[in-house]
């Protein structure tokens, strides 16, 4: 971030499933106003919440006034760094362990659970049990059509 002009950014409370309108608004009411918003961040893992960078919060509160979908803004600035972390995704590989529960995002067996029986970093993939299958088929697929519903439940001694 450049330390040319002052910018900060606010958080804005939505209504869950509606940060995409909330940010369409905000835009839609920036080439309307002309005001000084330089950016609007919608996060995928961030459920209603829209980040707006701006000079000060006065600005982001006239931004989102007056649209239903809007619940309140959070008090304070967000330091960049906390959002920083969303804005770049580690692989889902990283993540996976044996045991972890998983749902498959893609393939033939697209939206069945599975039990993670083992994992190939070198190799981006990760051999499963599908829960619903009537029998055990372990099947190895890549890693990036995985994504992990339930961790792996360490057991301490």
Request: glycine fraction near 6%; charge should be positive.
């Amino acid at each position: 971030m450049s330390s040319s002009f002052p910018s900060r950014f606010f958080a804005v409370k939505t209504t869950g499933g509606q940060e995409k309108s909330v940010a369409s608004f905000v835009a839609l009411r920036l080439q309307q106003k002309q005001t000084s918003i330089y950016s609007i961040v919608v996060l995928d893992n961030m459920k209603g919440y829209v980040f707006v960078e701006a000079p000060n919060a006065q600005v982001v509160t006239e931004s989102v006034s007056g649209f239903k979908h809007v619940k309140g803004q959070i008090p304070g600035i967000i330091p960049f760094n906390d959002i920083e972390q969303f804005l770049t995704p580690s692989p889902v590989i990283t993540e996976l362990k044996v045991e972890d529960i998983v749902e498959l995002m893609g393939g033939p067996f697209k939206g069945m659970r599975a039990r993670v029986t083992r994992v190939e970093l070198g190799r981006s993939e990760a051999t499963i049990i599908l829960l619903d299958a009537p029998y055990q088929l372990p099947v190895t697929v890549d890693a990036a059509y995985l994504k992990v519903v339930e961790k792996a439940k360490s057991v301490v001694q």
